[in-house]
Nanobody, 117 residues
């Protein structure tokens, strides 16, 4: 059974920082493309960042230079370091795992990030 467990969401003031974590189980973590997506109220879910098994990263333009995705294969965990947070970053953030060998895609339950003063 695949489980992606996000943590780290919180209420933070504009300009602040947060680090999200996603612990994965039930997959061969080092082979998967891991990613973070987000969904704001009334909007579609959108890509935030991904990291492939070779370490290549991809970022949405809206967060480039502010967010960093990284992973720890020993801990089966992917992180999203978020700096200089803005109110527009308010959303539920979802962890995603995509197999490079099949169409298997897995989602976490999401963690709420609220940026407000």
């Amino acid at each position: 059974q695949v489980l992606l467990a996000e943590s780290g969401g919180a209420l933070v003031q504009p300009g602040g920082s947060l680090r999200l974590s996603c612990a994965a189980s039930g997959i061969i973590f080092s082979t998967y493309t891991m990613g973070w997506y987000r969904q704001a109220p009334g909007k579609q879910r959108e890509l935030v960042a991904t990291i492939k098994r070779d370490g290549i990263t991809n970022y949405a333009n809206s967060i480039k230079g502010r967010f960093t995705i990284s992973n720890d294969n020993a801990k089966n965990t992917v992180y999203l370091q978020m700096n200089s947070l803005k109110s527009d970053d308010t959303a539920v953030y979802y962890c995603n795992a995509q197999s490079p060998f099949s169409n298997n895609v897995y989602w976490g339950q999401g963690t709420q990030v609220t940026v407000s003063s």
